[in-house]
């Protein structure tokens, strides 16, 4: 069995992984995910603030610290494209393009910084809640009071896949599904709702996140890959 750390930017992205993702890659390659939660900040009194990305620096520190883990095959992250702080590696040379394009050269600057072999990291485009428009029906299916707005959600994607749904302040993902879902609760109805759409249903709307999924795939041992 192989250990893999995740850095995820909130408790969303972290009840993904310990009940989702980690479950799947157990299943399918005896991969051992262990969601590390962000922390935002620690006061003199010594509580600690969890959640979110503030600073590039910080996350750098922390990325970093996990990396001196020798029992861990790899440590990878997962943190939303949306709201990058400015200082993050490659984000003021950001190329014209796709989203993917855009995501993958801050990937790539992000690798080179870290600069260890056990680093991979991942970029969510453009947030946790692209995984949750690879099926709007799913919304409804939970929030049933907002039902008659469905239409009106599936018409502002339009044809776009959830990766290509843009990063603007009123039209990332989350921003969509609070306008026609005005009672979805990121923490509460994300994950529940991910989970009914599926895994496979997401790597094939998702082939940015499906990517990532196969490279840690690949350190399946023994059984291989079903």
């Known amino acids: 069995m192989k250990k893999v750390l995740i850095?995820?930017?909130?408790?969303?992205e972290e009840t993904f992984v310990r009940n989702i993702l980690a479950p799947y890659l157990l299943h399918r390659c005896q991969v051992l995910l262990v969601p590390i939660l962000a922390r935002t900040k620690r006061t003199k009194a010594g509580r600690t603030f969890k959640g979110g990305i503030v600073s590039y620096a910080k996350v750098k520190k922390d990325i970093l610290k996990l990396l001196t883990d020798s029992s861990a095959?790899?440590?990878t992250?997962?943190?939303d494209y949306y709201g990058l702080p400015n200082d993050f590696p490659?984000?003021?040379s950001l190329p014209l393009g796709t989203p993917h394009q855009r995501v993958t050269h801050l990937e790539k600057e992000f690798a080179q910084d870290i600069n260890h072999p056990r680093f991979l990291p991942f970029i969510t485009l453009h947030e946790f809640e692209a995984f949750v428009l690879v099926d709007p029906n799913e919304l409804s299916q939970a929030?049933?009071?907002?039902?008659?707005?469905?239409?009106?959600l599936v018409r502002s994607i339009g044809g776009q896949m959830p990766e290509e749904i843009n990063e603007g302040k009123d039209t990332?993902?989350?921003?969509?599904?609070r306008r026609y879902f005005p009672s979805y609760q990121k923490a509460l109805h994300g994950p529940l709702i991910v989970q009914r759409v599926g895994l496979e249903s997401i790597r094939c709307r998702c082939p940015h996140f499906n990517e990532w999924l196969s490279k840690l795939e690949s350190l399946c041992i023994s059984r291989g890959r079903p």
Not at 172 to 177: D, E, G, L, Q, Y
Request: proline share 10%; charged share 15%; hydrophobic share 35%.
């Open 143 to 152: 929030l049933p009071q907002h039902k008659a707005n469905l239409p009106q």
């Open 7 to 12: 850095y995820v930017e909130g408790q969303t």
């Open 172 to 177: 990332h993902p989350s921003a969509r599904i």
């Open 90 to 92: 490659g984000k003021n």
């Open 77 to 79: 992250t997962m943190i």
């Open 73 to 75: 095959a790899l440590v």
